[in-house]
């Protein structure tokens, strides 16, 4: 059963406006930080903190990416297919990569960020890797079950 082209629509549209919110706050929020108040364009943008957070989003748009993909599989009716179990792998993958990115940050924020309070960005990366393990599980539940629906399907077709 084909979903109704609205919904994909408003699917896509979601992750489109996810990613460009994402990307703003990425731009705005290096300038708006504490530490960077008095510094200018140039310093505020290569604080090595900065750039690994512009690194550690890669996954989390890779992520993005892969749902976009996934809709426009459904939209074309190839929803169970070994391209959309394919895409989930990846979109799990990223979300992984993404988990273990956080983790880093908070190791380096715990042992090395020295007289400034942990606990505020502590309790913000807790709950980024426990909404992304929320996206890795559903995304690994739905390609085994996906997988294990192409795999029938396969054999249906190798039977008639």
């Keep these: ?39 200018d364009l140039l310093s505020i943008y290569t604080d090595p903190f900065i750039i690994y957070g512009y690194i550690a989003s890669i996954p989390f748009f890779i992520g993005l990416y892969q749902a976009f993909k996934l809709v426009n599989l459904i939209d074309a009716n190839k929803a169970f297919s070994q391209g959309a179990v394919t895409t989930l792998k990846n979109m799990k993958f990223a979300t992984l990569s993404l988990i273990g990115f956080i983790a880093l940050a908070e190791i380096y924020i715990r042992f090395f960020a020295h007289g400034d309070d942990p606990t505020g960005p502590a309790a913000l990366g807790i709950i980024a890797a426990f909404a992304a393990a929320v996206i890795a599980t559903a995304s690994t539940v739905f390609q085994k079950l996906l997988q294990n629906a192409v795999d029938i399907k396969s054999e249906n077709d190798l039977t008639v």
Excluded: D
């Excluded at 979601?14 to 708006?32: D, E, H, K, N, S």
């Design 1 to 39: 059963m084909r979903m109704k082209r609205g919904s994909t629509l408003f699917l896509k549209v979601v992750i489109l406006l996810i990613a460009i919110g994402a990307f703003a706050y990425m731009i705005w929020f290096p300038q708006t930080e504490g530490r960077a108040a008095k510094l």
